[in-house]
């Protein structure tokens, strides 16, 4: 019987590419999402603002 | 029928009087074409072997690079004085305007493969070639504007405008010349025209394909 | 829209987790080690199962965007841009690991093989959407454009599969193949197709949060126009 060549190296290398390559991802949409939630927090808040300042007027 | 045939006449003699700008066009396309089939020579001069197998990709990768310059061009004299909106405006159909273009587009590719391919096999010492080339030339010149006056139609919206066009167009247009690569390189080495006729088919295929899309899909990236 | 992440989402972002983590375990304890490859093997089921869905999401992507043209509903542009993008994600991953495989395997980083530069140049296409989708500021028009590109973009791929093929292949044929590259017993046989279809959940998952995060950028959009009339 041949040996079984020893390649775990470059299973973990494969291993950490997969893991870290999708966490970046998910990382990037939470990123996004929560950049967005705030800037739409404001706009609303601005708004709602410019409302009350025509209502005043 | 007959009047969208006339309409397409119409349009090209269009593109090819506002020509004094076409020919400067043209000209430009051909000086850039010579300066890389020059710029070449410094790759190649030493590998006589090297020149002769990739003559037929070298020779259309001049092609593709010096034919995009024309693609901007040709959608970009409608965007000038938004000569586009005008012909919008027009009672022309879609397609026709479509075609026009894509048939100018042909011309100045096929042109330049007619000036450049010879020029290629003068300046390598490449061995002289059959006339099967003007035919694979053809069919894939038209494929290439086919694709790249749809692909420029698109292009030519954006904030980036002309730099798109390389990174969008290449990718796409890859089946295309691959197989004429291939083909053409076939003809070089002087194979017999009947066995590669698989290879023709295939190109044909791509033209028609290419030209389907770009008539479907050129209404709705034009419309407003 | 709600902000809060809905329940049905919560239960499946926990459900596709624990199924990674069993199918972790399923590749690294329960299937046998490869005798030729030795442990490197083991990438393969990631491998495929990335590449796989990097594959399919393309094809959901021209699905939606046809569907987009017809009907010019909002949510099947959400849906192509969002398959673009964890298309390319998936994509990528498995080409770095199909190249991490290859190189104890066929001793080369890369090899001009049809399947690989297939996959590369379908990379470049839908990364070349999201350039284009970056550079048109009109929404409407942004949506018929990228949409009619990632449509020819599609009918792309498979033509540059058949156009660089014919040059011998040294990619293992997984399925249909007359000669098994390397010998898939039944458990990895097993494993591959578990893997395969708890990605795809996984996918599922993600593709949902990605097509929320295009609603609310879709939100904002209209915010800020409203806002600009109020300022006029």
Not at chain 2, 199 to 214: E, K, P, V
Not at chain 3, 58 to 77: E, T
């Amino acid at each position: 019987m041949t040996e079984i060549p020893n390649t775990l190296n470059y299973m973990i290398a494969g291993f950490l590419v997969v893991v870290v390559g999708t966490l970046i991802y998910i990382g990037s949409l939470i990123a996004r999402w929560k950049k967005y939630s705030k800037l739409k927090v404001e706009l609303e808040n601005l708004l709602d603002h410019s409302k009350q300042q025509q209502k005043g007027n | 029928m007959k009047s969208t045939f006339q309409t397409i006449r119409a349009l090209i003699r269009k593109d090819m009087q506002i020509e004094s700008h076409t020919r400067e066009i043209f000209t430009v396309m051909l000086v850039f074409a010579l300066s890389i089939l020059f710029i070449l020579n410094f790759a190649l001069e030493q590998n006589v072997k090297v020149r002769t197998g990739s003559a037929a990709g070298l020779i259309w990768i001049i092609l593709i690079l010096a034919g995009q310059l024309g693609l901007n061009q040709i959608m970009g004299i409608e965007k000038q004085g938004n000569m586009i909106e005008a012909l919008l405006a027009s009672p022309v159909p879609r397609s026709a305007i479509y075609l026009s273009k894509t048939i100018s587009a042909f011309v100045f590719m096929f042109l330049m493969a007619l000036i450049i391919h010879p020029l290629y096999c003068i300046f390598y010492n490449v061995p002289m070639i059959s006339p099967d080339f003007i035919l694979v030339s053809a069919l894939g010149c038209w494929g290439y504007a086919a694709l790249g006056v749809l692909i420029s139609a698109m292009t030519i919206q954006t904030r980036t405008r002309d730099i798109l066009l390389p990174v969008l167009f290449y990718p796409l247009i890859i089946p295309l010349v691959v197989t004429t690569v291939k083909l053409t390189g076939s003809i070089l080495s002087g194979e017999n025209f009947s066995s590669l006729l698989s290879s023709l088919y295939q190109i044909l295929a791509f033209d028609i394909i290419f030209t389907a899309s770009g008539i479907l899909g050129f209404e709705l990236i034009v419309e407003d | 829209m709600n902000m809060q992440i809905p329940k049905k989402l919560k239960i499946l972002d926990w459900f596709s987790f624990f199924l990674i983590l069993f199918t972790c375990w399923l590749i690294f304890y329960k299937t046998p080690v490869e005798m030729n490859m030795g442990l490197v093997q083991k990438i393969f089921y990631f491998h495929v199962a990335y590449a796989w869905i990097g594959m399919v999401s393309f094809l959901v992507a021209a699905i939606s965007a046809i569907i987009f043209l017809r009907k010019g509903l909002f949510i099947y542009d959400a849906v192509t841009e969002s398959a673009v993008e964890i298309g390319l994600v998936f994509t990528l991953i498995a080409i770095i690991t199909g190249s991490i495989w290859a190189r104890p395997i066929w001793n080369t980083w890369w090899t001009w093989d049809p399947r690989l530069t297939t996959t590369s140049i379908m990379a470049l296409i839908y990364a070349g959407y999201l350039f284009l989708r970056g550079s048109l500021d009109n929404p409407e028009k942004r949506r018929k454009i990228t949409s009619i590109y990632s449509i020819i973009g599609c009918l792309s791929v498979p033509l540059t599969f058949f156009s660089i093929r014919g040059v011998r292949s040294i990619h293992p044929v997984v399925f249909g193949g007359d000669t098994p590259d390397f010998n898939m017993d039944s458990q990895m046989l097993r494993t591959m197709l578990i893997a395969i279809a708890v990605f795809s959940i996984f996918y599922i998952a993600v593709m949902w949060h990605r097509i929320r995060l295009a609603e609310l950028k879709e939100e904002i959009e209209q915010l800020k126009l409203t806002s600009e009339e109020d300022h006029d």
